[in-house]
T-cell receptor, first 116, second 110 residues
C-alpha cells in the first residue's frame, strides 16, 4: 500500500511569489491535514480537510489556503510568500478526522520550501 | 492557552541505555495524546496513541504512560539503539484542536 506522497520535495521561491504544494493520501483515507515545521516554532497545524470540506484551521494568515478534491488528494497554496514561510510543509492522511479522533496519522516526507 | 511542553529539549545517551522523555500539557478538553518519532529530513512516524482511559501503551521498546489527572505523559525507551536517534514529538488533541510539543532531540552514541 503506497504511503502519503508529497510533491514537490524541494522548491525555492522568491518573496512575493506564490506556491502550490500537493499531497496524495493513502488510498481509502478521507482526511488530509497540513502542518508547517520550522526550527523555531516546531510543528504547527495549518488545516484539515475531510471529504472535500475544511474541518479545522490553525492560526495562520489568509495567505495560506488549501483544498481537497473528490479523490481525497489535497493541495495547499501560499500566496505573497515571505521569508518566514521557509519551512518543511508536512501532509498527513487519516481514515477519519484527526483532531478529536484516535485515528492514526500517516505523514508524508514533506515539501521543503525555501523563500529567498 | 492550550500548551504542550516537552523536556528535556535534547538528550545524549549511550547505546543500550534506557531513557525517559517527558510531556506536560494543558490542552482541555482532552481527547488523545500521541507520540511521534521523526528522523532528520523525514516525516513523523506514529509510536503510540492514548486516550483518557489508557495509562500505558507499548510499541516494542517504546512505552508511553499517561496521567490524565496531572496532565503528564512520558515516553520510555528501553535498550536504546543507534537508530533511536531522532526527534520525539508529543501531540495532544482536544475538541478540534491539535497542539504539538517542540520535541526532544535524542542522540544515541555507540
Amino acid at each position: 500500500k503506497a504511503g502519503v506522497t508529497q510533491t514537490p520535495r524541494y522548491l525555492i521561491k522568491t518573496r512575493g511569489q506564490q506556491v502550490t504544494l500537493s499531497c496524495s493520501p493513502i488510498s481509502g483515507h478521507r482526511s488530509v491535514s497540513w502542518y508547517q515545521q520550522t526550527p523555531g516554532q516546531g510543528l504547527q497545524f495549518l488545516f484539515e480537510y475531510f471529504s472535500e470540506t475544511q474541518r479545522n484551521k490553525g492560526n495562520f494568515p489568509g495567505r495560506f489556503s488549501g483544498r481537497q478534491f473528490s479523490n481525497s488528494r489535497s493541495e495547499m497554496n501560499v500566496s505573497t510568500l515571505e521569508l518566514g514561510d521557509s519551512a518543511l510543509y508536512l501532509c498527513a492522511s487519516s481514515q477519519a478526522s484527526t483532531t478529536s479522533n484516535t485515528g492514526e496519522l500517516f505523514f508524508g516526507e514533506g515539501s521543503r520550501l525555501t523563500v529567498l | 492557552k492550550n500548551q504542550v511542553e516537552q523536556s528535556p529539549q535534547s538528550l545524549i545517551i549511550l547505546e543500550g541505555k534506557n531513557c525517559t522523555l517527558q510531556c506536560n500539557y494543558t490542552v482541555s478538553p482532552f481527547s488523545n495524546l500521541r507520540w511521534y518519532k521523526q528522523d532528520t529530513g523525514r516525516g513523523p512516524v506514529s509510536l503510540t496513541i492514548m486516550t483518557f482511559s489508557e495509562n500505558t501503551k507499548s510499541n516494542g521498546r517504546y512505552t508511553a504512560t499517561l496521567d490524565a489527572d496531572t496532565k503528564q505523559s512520558s515516553l520510555h525507551i528501553t535498550a536504546s539503539q543507534l537508530s533511536d536517534s531522532a526527534s520525539y514529538i508529543c501531540v495532544v488533541s482536544g475538541n478540534n484542536d491539535m497542539r504539538f510539543g517542540a520535541g526532544t532531540r535524542l542522540t544515541v552514541k555507540p
